[in-house]
Nanobody, 115 residues
Framework: QVQLVESGGGLVQPGGCLRL?????????????MGWYRQAPGKERELVAR???????NYADSVKGRFAISRDNAKNTVYLQMNSLKPEDTAVYYC?????????WGQGTQVSVSS
């Protein structure tokens, strides 16, 4: 059974940094795209950043220049480096892994940006 385990969330002051990690396990099949999404209270889940197996990335306009997504295919792990954090980045962050046979989500990790 595929499992995605996220780590790295927490409370940080505006302007601070956090690095999220998400490790996938439970399948011998290759992962196609991997991505990070977030959901703030009262809002819909939105794409933050996505990376293809070959390393092509795309970002939400709101995080361009501040966040960087990367992955280690050998470890089935995706990372999100978040710099210059703003209060509006506060949300539960979810990772997603796209396999040939379906998409899987992590349980979410809380990121709070507040002074």
């Amino acid at each position: 059974q595929v499992q995605l385990v996220e780590s790295g969330g927490g409370l940080v002051q505006p302007g601070g940094c956090l690095r999220l990690s998400c490790a996938a396990s439970g399948s011998f099949f290759s992962i196609n795209g991997m991505g990070w999404y977030r959901q703030a209270p009262g809002k819909e889940r939105e794409l933050v950043a996505r990376i293809s197996r070959g390393g092509i990335t795309n970002y939400a306009d709101s995080v361009k220049g501040r966040f960087a997504i990367s992955r280690d295919n050998a470890k089935n792990t995706v990372y999100l480096q978040m710099n210059s954090l703003k209060p509006e980045d506060t949300a539960v962050y979810y990772c997603r892994a796209d396999y040939e046979f379906g998409d899987y989500w992590g349980q979410g990790t809380q990121v709070s940006v507040s002074s």
